[in-house]
């Protein structure tokens, strides 16, 4: 195991946002965080970074916290203004590998120009980032982490206002991850891709939590009674339900 919680608590000045909340990450585990708006999401990736401790509990890492941990927040967060190009951006994730002189070595290189076509966005790598689309800036913040080459990524809210085939892309790259024993925690929206490519899931609402697989956390019943979806979305989403999990059964065995 890389990383447990057991009985946080977490919030903001001693009040609470959500409470009882436990759950546990290994090596090529791929946990979806699922909530509504205020349910504590990002405060739960504010703690496992670090620039938050909880109020209570207990968050533990198998030896030492991991010297990286890639990092990938919501795109609101990021100012695309920033005159600089493609692959500048990119070259960020060498910045903890950097030598005395500051400078990238061929290493370093060859592991940038990796990230650009395992990506899709080599022949990008000049363009200014104001120029690129959703989907081009995405790739190239998931290169930027591939090039961190650390074992443990948090991804917040990843697929926000991309297309779809960017979405698959991307979704393709974590499977990548997780048989290459990286550990992937990232907050998502599109219960399909929790059912398809995730192996635990954390439902969190209303002040509380619900660890587990996704077919077990995620039935139409637990997302109304932690307030993510309505009864009449629930009615909908049980025939879907039903759908997916047949559809994803043997995931844990990835």
């Known amino acids: 195991m890389i990383l447990s919680a057991h009985e946080l608590t977490l919030g903001y000045r001693g009040q609470a946002v959500v409470s009882d909340l436990s759950f546990e990450v290994g090596a090529g585990d791929v946990l979806a965080v699922v909530g509504h708006n205020g349910s504590g999401?990002?405060?739960l990736i504010k703690t496992i970074l670090g620039t938050l401790a909880p109020i209570k509990g207990q968050l533990s890492w198998q030896g030492q916290r991991p010297s990286q941990i890639a990092f990938l927040g919501q795109r609101?967060?990021?100012d695309s203004r920033f005159p600089v190009r493609l692959r500048d951006l990119v070259e960020m994730g060498t910045w903890r590998s950097l030598g005395f002189t500051g400078q990238i070595d061929s290493g370093g290189r060859t592991a940038i120009d990796m990230a650009m076509d395992r990506t899709g966005i080599a022949e990008l790598r000049?363009?200014?980032l104001h120029t690129l689309s959703a989907g081009q800036l995405q790739r190239a913040l998931f290169a930027r982490a591939i090039v961190q080459d650390?074992?443990?990524i948090l991804l917040d809210e990843p697929f926000t206002a991309i297309d779809q085939s960017t979405e698959a892309d991307l979704l393709s790259l974590i499977d990548e991850w997780s048989v290459e024993r990286r550990a992937v925690i990232m907050v998502l929206h599109d219960l399909s891709a929790v059912l398809?490519?995730?192996h635990s899931s954390l439902l969190l609402g209303r002040g509380k939590s619900l660890f587990g697989t996704p077919s077990a956390t995620l039935t139409p019943d637990n997302l109304v009674n932690f307030g993510y979806l309505t009864q009449s979305q629930a009615s909908w989403q049980a025939k879907?339900?039903?759908?997916e999990t047949t559809?994803?059964?043997g995931l844990s065995d990835v």
């Open 126 to 128: 000049d363009m200014p």
């Open 76 to 78: 609101s967060e990021f």
């Open 150 to 152: 650390a074992s443990v």
């Open 247 to 249: 559809s994803s059964e």
């Open 41 to 43: 999401k990002s405060t």
């Open 196 to 198: 398809h490519h995730c």
């Open 240 to 243: 879907m339900f039903k759908t």
